[in-house]
């Protein structure tokens, strides 16, 4: 059997959305499809060659005419030359907005029905850049156009049909993780780097917005660190960081955090850790969350969104509303007093991500939506 030859975009740029594509790309190549990264710029885990990868960049030219360069154009006219150079099979684009609008007149450039459009939906272009009354429409309009588009949790499908009165047919395919890059850390000098005492590690990874409620992780932190030896490891970057800075010097925890800043590679770092907060306001998945648990780390994340649906709460790691900072703080502190709930929650964590939320089973349920799409041909 023909594998498909696939077209991805994405944002290049660190964050969820990009890390799914990029990853769903590599595992793609790896069983036998042609993949092709058409992006502004090169996506930030496809740094080293791989066989049956290519990477096609958005030329903007740059008039004094235009006040800001049309990128979805440019990404539109890259996209329908490199389906007809390379005779992809389909376009898949990850985050509607803009990536779909440019799918859609790339595959009307082509006048080739045979190019599929496939859209995945992550999150906020559901939750909050597609209901900005500018792109509400048009975002309507992208999800009925696409000819199959697929969510990352039950919890955005159900968003989506509630708020665009649309999307019956979306797909949920789920976030995944590689469990043999995602993994547990045994005790050694990276731990004791990070808590040359024995402290327990909580941590926290994301792009430093306000959906992700730094405030609270910052006072969950400083409530478990009265109670429990603790350290805060605060990974990312993004237009909170500003905020998290002064909040953490003035409940006098500076000894107590440490700023790592932007890492490529989360799994280097993410399993030194023994919890990690994650009390966004909404999180239509928290990938984070999911390669925290492949990693042996629990994951106390919040009861908004879709979360939910590869934690259980009480069992493989912890779920709270993102308001509930005593709540938050009582079962991290359960959690980390005793070493024995903690393993074996750690454990069963592990095991349920790498399982069902595991790329094998993933990577596969991609693979037979492609396989459908094509199949109507
Ligand atoms: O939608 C966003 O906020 C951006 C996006 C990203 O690129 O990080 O995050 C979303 O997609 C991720 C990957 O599917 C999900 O794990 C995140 O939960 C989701 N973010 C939100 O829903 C806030």
């Not at 077209?7 to 092709?36: D, K, M, N, P, W």
């Not at 890059?181 to 045994?186: A, D, G, Q, T, W």
């Amino acid at each position: 059997m023909k594998m498909p030859s696939v077209g991805i975009t994405c944002y290049a740029s660190q964050g969820g959305s990009g890390v799914v594509a990029t990853e769903l790309g590599l595992h793609l190549s790896r069983r036998g499809c042609e993949v092709h990264f058409i992006s502004g710029e090169l996506p930030f885990r496809l740094r080293k060659y791989e066989e049956n990868i290519f990477y096609h960049p958005v030329e903007m030219p740059h008039y004094p005419v235009f006040q800001h360069s049309p990128y979805t154009l440019s990404l539109a006219t890259t996209m329908s030359e490199v389906a007809e150079r390379c005779a992809l099979d389909i376009l898949h684009v990850h985050y509607a907005i803009p990536h779909a609008a440019s799918a859609y007149l790339a595959q009307k450039m082509s006048g080739r029905d045979s190019l599929k459009v496939v859209t995945t939906l992550h999150g906020t272009d559901i939750t909050l850049v597609g209901q900005e009354p500018s792109f509400f429409p048009l975002t309507r309009f992208l999800i009925e156009q696409s000819d199959a588009v697929t969510a990352v949790s039950g919890f955005l499908k159900q968003e989506t049909i509630k708020v665009f009165g649309t999307g019956e047919n979306i797909e949920v395919i789920p976030n995944f993780v590689d469990a043999r890059v995602f993994k547990p850390l045994e005790d050694g000098p990276l731990k004791k780097r990070f808590a040359p005492k024995g402290e327990k590690l909580l941590a926290h990874a994301s792009n430093f917005r306000k959906v992700k409620n730094l405030g609270v992780v910052v006072d969950v932190f400083s409530k478990v660190s009265e109670v429990l030896p603790s350290r805060l490891l605060l990974i990312g970057d993004g237009p909170e960081m500003g905020n998290v800075r002064r909040q953490v010097t003035q409940a006098g925890l500076d000894e107590k955090v440490e700023f790592l800043g932007h890492m490529d590679s989360l799994e280097d770092i993410l399993p030194v850790a023994d919890l990690l907060l994650l009390p966004s306001l909404h999180e239509s998945f928290g990938l984070v969350a999911l390669e925290a648990m492949a990693c042996g780390v629990i994951p106390l994340a919040t009861t908004r969104g879709g979360a939910g649906e590869f934690i259980q709460d009480g069992l493989n790691g912890l779920l709270r509303d993102p308001h509930d900072v005593e709540g938050m703080v009582r079962a991290a502190v359960n959690v980390l007093v005793d070493d024995e709930v903690r393993l074996e929650m750690a454990e069963e964590a592990r095991r349920d991500a790498a399982g069902d939320f595991g790329v094998s089973c993933v990577v596969k349920q991609y693979l037979d939506l492609y396989d459908h799409l094509l199949a109507d041909i």
